[in-house]
């Protein structure tokens, strides 16, 4: 792969207070999901990001999630559907009004994982992000893992993109360790830079137990309120030049 996507998760303030360092993560990455209020960020974090991404040309995807600000949209929760639906709609629609030009969705925390595995919330997610592409005139690449998701995506005509994780830990079928287990959570920045280069060239990584895992991804995440966050993504970048891999937003 001559060029791979960097993304990470950003804009996510907390009683006005940033989870990450967003100035140096905008200046590594070449795309970023953006907090639009269901588990952090609030209008002024939104503009801010806008902003931020406008300067260092990086584009702007929407992070909705679950409305749990104290669970910081971690906690899987019962939603009927059209709530849900409504409740993400929303999220998209406030990052429009920040003044985002949005390229794509990326669902967070617990509802990241459960539109892969629930038809039904896959369904009002995706349908949500329909009811914004319409709105906008063009569709919202969904981004994320396999599952329901991409056959929401496809039935909505929705383009679905794939993405793999840099500082989590893979389970043998794929999925991520969960947060409270260990091996979750990756820190070395030198192990996380050779897993970006192995990803973007061979399309694969290696499980918590050993196993070899095809991650055929176009996008790469990093997350910002890691330890280390800004230490890794640099660390990334150098590894992914220095292999001859462009990072460049697909969208």
């Given at each position: ?148 998701v991409v ?84 660390a990334v ?15």
């Open positions: 792969m001559t060029a791979i996507d960097l993304n990470a998760d950003l804009g996510e303030t907390v009683d006005g207070v940033p989870t990450a360092d967003d100035e140096a993560m905008f200046a590594v990455i070449s795309s970023a999901s953006v907090a639009c209020g269901g588990h952090a960020g609030d209008a002024a974090s939104m503009r801010e990001a806008v902003a931020r991404a406008a300067v260092h040309g990086v584009a702007v995807g929407a992070h909705p999630s679950y409305v749990d600000p104290a669970g910081f949209g971690r906690v899987a929760l019962a939603v009927e559907p059209a709530t849900l639906r409504a409740q993400v709609r929303g999220q998209l629609e406030a990052l429009v009004h920040a003044g985002g030009a949005l390229r794509y969705v990326k669902p967070h925390g617990a509802l990241y994982h459960a539109v892969s595995a629930d038809a039904a919330v896959a369904g009002a997610v995706v349908s949500a992000i329909a009811d914004v592409s319409a709105a906008l005139g063009r569709a919202l690449p969904v981004l994320g893992l396999d599952g329901a056959r929401a995506a496809e039935s909505a005509g929705l383009p679905f993109v794939r993405e793999a994780f840099l500082d989590r830990g893979y389970l043998p079928d794929g999925r991520l360790v969960p947060r409270s287990a260990p091996g979750a959570l990756l820190h070395d920045p030198d192990l996380v830079a050779a897993r970006a280069v192995r990803l973007a060239r061979d399309g694969e990584v290696e499980a918590v137990d050993g196993t070899v895992v095809r991650a055929d991804a176009v996008s790469l995440c990093l997350h910002g309120d890691s330890p280390g966050a800004v230490a890794m993504a640099r970048r150098a590894a992914l030049d220095a292999a001859g891999v462009g990072v460049a937003a697909p969208w």
